[in-house]
C-alpha cells in the first residue's frame, strides 16, 4: 500500500520532492528496513538517486517498474542482484551507474530471465554475466565515454584544445582532427585515454600550426575493440599577426624531416637559427647568410633527435624571433 501511494504522490507532484534513498544493509529492493530514504517513504520507489552502499548486496527480488516515475539514477558501489525471472525497468532518461567497486550481477537464472530495461530498451541480461564498475547504462546501452565539454580556443598563434570526461569505458585514445571545410579532416593528435574511469578527467592538447580564418575541430574516441565515436564540432576563429613573424612548417615535424622556415620582413640579412630543448639544451645551430625575403630556409631535423617539444629561435642583427616545434 506504501508503495503505491508513492507513485500515486509522484503522479501528483513534482519528483524533484523525493532527493535520495540509500541501503542500510543487505537486503531484498522491496522490504523497506533495507533503505533510508529521504522523504521518509521507502522502499524507494520515485526517489530522485537510489545509492546501494558499499558493502551492501541488494536482492531484486520482484519486478521493479519505476517507468511512471520518469527519470531516475540509481547509483551502485555495492551489488545489485537480480533472482531469477526479475527485471527493472526505467524511464527514459534514466541511468544505472556502476561505480568503481561496484557491480550488477544475474544472482540466480541465465540467459534473458532477468535483465535491465532503460526507456524500453533492453540494456543488460543476465546472459551478459556479472559487470563490474565503472560503467553506466542509458537507454543505448553501455556509456563508453561521457563527454561533459570540449572546447578550442585561439591563442596568439595557436589553438588551445581542452576537453573533460566523467565516464571513460575501455577507453583506448582520442584523435583531435581540424577541417577548414568540414569535408577534409587531418589529424592534429592522438592523446591516450583512460581505459577505464568513473572521476572527472581534463585533457589537454595544442594546434601549433593552425590556418587563417575559420577552422574546424571534433574529436574521435576509439574503443580498445575498434568501436569508434565521433562528438561535436567546435568552431575556432585563427587571426594571425603577420607583421615581424616567422612560419615553421610542418609543424608537428616527424624525425628525418626537413623544417621550412619563412619569415615575413627580412632582406638581405643573416639569420642565426637554433632550435633548443625546454631545457635549453642546444640540438641545431647555424648562421644563414643573406636571407632574401620569399626564400625558404631549410633545416634538416636529426632522426636521432628525441621527440617532443623544442623552441625554434631566429636572430638578426636587430631582431629576434621564436616559436615553439613539436617533433614526432
Given at each position: 500500500?506504501?508503495?503505491?501511494?508513492?507513485?500515486?504522490?509522484?503522479?501528483?507532484?513534482?519528483?524533484?520532492?523525493?532527493?535520495?534513498?540509500?541501503?542500510?544493509?543487505?537486503?531484498?529492493?522491496?522490504?523497506?528496513?533495507?533503505?533510508?530514504?529521504?522523504?521518509?517513504?521507502?522502499?524507494?520507489?520515485?526517489?530522485?538517486?537510489?545509492?546501494?552502499?558499499?558493502?551492501?548486496?541488494?536482492?531484486?527480488?520482484?519486478?521493479?517498474?519505476?517507468?511512471?516515475?520518469?527519470?531516475?539514477?540509481?547509483?551502485?558501489?555495492?551489488?545489485?542482484?537480480?533472482?531469477?525471472?526479475?527485471?527493472?525497468?526505467?524511464?527514459?532518461?534514466?541511468?544505472?551507474?556502476?561505480?568503481?567497486?561496484?557491480?550488477?550481477?544475474?544472482?540466480?537464472?541465465?540467459?534473458?530471465?532477468?535483465?535491465?530495461?532503460?526507456?524500453?530498451?533492453?540494456?543488460?541480461?543476465?546472459?551478459?554475466?556479472?559487470?563490474?564498475?565503472?560503467?553506466?547504462?542509458?537507454?543505448?546501452?553501455?556509456?563508453?565515454?561521457?563527454?561533459?565539454?570540449?572546447?578550442?580556443?585561439?591563442?596568439?598563434?595557436?589553438?588551445?584544445?581542452?576537453?573533460m570526461t566523467s565516464v571513460e569505458i575501455n577507453n583506448d585514445f582520442f584523435t583531435v582532427e581540424k577541417s577548414n571545410n568540414l569535408k577534409n579532416w587531418e589529424v592534429v593528435s592522438i592523446i591516450k585515454g583512460a581505459g577505464n574511469s568513473n572521476v572527472n578527467i581534463e585533457y589537454f592538447e595544442v594546434d601549433?600550426?593552425?590556418?587563417?580564418?575559420?577552422?574546424?575541430?571534433?574529436?574521435?574516441?576509439?574503443?580498445?575493440?575498434?568501436?569508434?565515436?565521433?562528438?561535436?564540432?567546435?568552431?575556432?576563429?585563427?587571426?594571425?599577426?603577420?607583421?615581424?613573424?616567422?612560419?615553421?612548417?610542418?609543424?608537428?615535424?616527424?624525425?628525418?624531416?626537413?623544417?621550412?622556415?619563412?619569415?615575413?620582413?627580412?632582406?638581405?640579412?643573416?639569420?642565426?637559427?637554433?632550435?633548443?630543448?625546454?631545457?635549453?639544451?642546444?640540438?641545431?645551430?647555424?648562421?644563414?647568410?643573406?636571407?632574401?625575403?620569399?626564400?625558404?630556409?631549410?633545416?634538416?631535423?636529426?632522426?636521432?633527435?628525441?621527440?617532443?617539444?623544442?623552441?625554434?629561435t631566429a636572430s638578426s642583427e636587430n631582431q629576434i624571433y621564436s616559436q615553439k616545434l613539436v617533433v614526432k
Amino acid at each position: 500500500m506504501r508503495y503505491f501511494y508513492c507513485l500515486l504522490f509522484v503522479c501528483l507532484f513534482d519528483i524533484s520532492l523525493y532527493s535520495k534513498c540509500t541501503t542500510v544493509g543487505d537486503g531484498k529492493w522491496w522490504t523497506p528496513a533495507t533503505w533510508s530514504c529521504s522523504p521518509e517513504f521507502a522502499p524507494p520507489g520515485c526517489a530522485d538517486t537510489i545509492v546501494i552502499s558499499a558493502g551492501d548486496s541488494i536482492y531484486v527480488d520482484a519486478q521493479v517498474d519505476l517507468i511512471a516515475c520518469g527519470p531516475v539514477v540509481v547509483v551502485v558501489y555495492g551489488i545489485l542482484q537480480f533472482k531469477t525471472g526479475t527485471k527493472m525497468k526505467l524511464a527514459s532518461g534514466s541511468e544505472l551507474i556502476i561505480k568503481s567497486g561496484g557491480k550488477i550481477s544475474p544472482g540466480g537464472g541465465g540467459g534473458n530471465s532477468n535483465y535491465l530495461e532503460i526507456g524500453g530498451n533492453t540494456v543488460w541480461t543476465a546472459g551478459d554475466g556479472s559487470q563490474s564498475g565503472p560503467l553506466t547504462y542509458t537507454e543505448a546501452g553501455p556509456l563508453p565515454i561521457k563527454l561533459v565539454s570540449f572546447e578550442a580556443n585561439f591563442n596568439v598563434d595557436k589553438v588551445d584544445l581542452r576537453w573533460m570526461t566523467s565516464v571513460e569505458i575501455n577507453n583506448d585514445f582520442f584523435t583531435v582532427e581540424k577541417s577548414n571545410n568540414l569535408k577534409n579532416w587531418e589529424v592534429v593528435s592522438i592523446i591516450k585515454g583512460a581505459g577505464n574511469s568513473n572521476v572527472n578527467i581534463e585533457y589537454f592538447e595544442v594546434d601549433y600550426s593552425p590556418t587563417q580564418g575559420v577552422l574546424y575541430y571534433r574529436l574521435k574516441q576509439t574503443d580498445y575493440d575498434g568501436n569508434f565515436e565521433y562528438f561535436n564540432i567546435v568552431p575556432v576563429r585563427v587571426e594571425k599577426k603577420l607583421n615581424n613573424e616567422f612560419s615553421l612548417f610542418p609543424n608537428p615535424i616527424k624525425r628525418g624531416e626537413q623544417l621550412k622556415i619563412q619569415f615575413s620582413e627580412l632582406i638581405n640579412t643573416q639569420i642565426l637559427i637554433v632550435i633548443r630543448d625546454t631545457k635549453g639544451e642546444e640540438f641545431y645551430s647555424k648562421a644563414i647568410l643573406h636571407y632574401e625575403e620569399g626564400l625558404l630556409i631549410a633545416v634538416p631535423i636529426d632522426k636521432e633527435i628525441p621527440s617532443g617539444l623544442y623552441l625554434v629561435t631566429a636572430s638578426s642583427e636587430n631582431q629576434i624571433y621564436s616559436q615553439k616545434l613539436v617533433v614526432k
